[in-house]
């Protein structure tokens, strides 16, 4: 799995970003230049997403996997891990798998449990994908088409627009996703489901930051408690006037949060 990805910057210390589902690097690119100024930052395309090859399985531990392998192949010294949300869970996983192979970890408004509130999230998933499935991609011929016909489903213009960065036109003329829907379709209950158990033996001892926006409902109050208990070194920051995304909401905020931690 030869996961697509942008490099930023070739000085200081090593940062690995991880999007969330439906995301891709392209979303982090200003993120990662502001990072870049004082360390070397690798935004990936994280497998049945943005350029990164597409396949049927779709787990945290096959995603996991292709992190290894990606830090490996590119000799990625003691690099920092941020992910958000769906990333966020791999970070987690691959903090509690590889602890030598990072520095520090970086989960962004996702708890790596089953969330308290998991069937709303899974519910607010199917309903993205009821919107992209419903999009005919061989009979529109502009992303305007495509979007009143998700807007039926999706009232939110900013969730519109992002979703909407994943379509593009085939040299062909014809319209396709980025993302391998059929494969996020047919995993969508594992990918919403958390990728830590809850009676995890083995405790996560590098030390971890998670960020969590204050108007967000994806890590509520009884999550910081698992989250307590098995993560050993941790800090926790809440950024004020933010939703689930964090990092396009505050970003200023959520930078200077991740530089300080990174940094210390």
Known sequence: MQLFFR???NTGGNIIILHGLYGCSDNWVSIAKSLSHSHTVFAVDLRNHGRSPHSNEHSYETVCDDLVEFIRYHKIEQPAIIGHSMGGRCAALLAKR???????TV????SPFNCANQETILAFHQNILSALTSVNTNNIHSRHEAAAQISTKISDINLQNFLLKNLYQAPKGNFLWRFNLPAILNNVKT???GSLKKNEKNKVQIPALFII???SNHI???DIKIITDVFLDLKIEIIADAGHWIHVEQQEKFV???QKFIER
């Open 7 to 9: 490099k930023f910057g």
């Open 98 to 104: 590889h602890p030598a192979l990072l520095s520090k």
């Open 107 to 110: 989960i962004v408004d996702i």
């Open 191 to 193: 990918i919403t489901c």
């Open 213 to 215: 926006g204050e108007n």
């Open 220 to 222: 509520i109050d009884s």
């Open 256 to 258: 200077n949060c991740v």
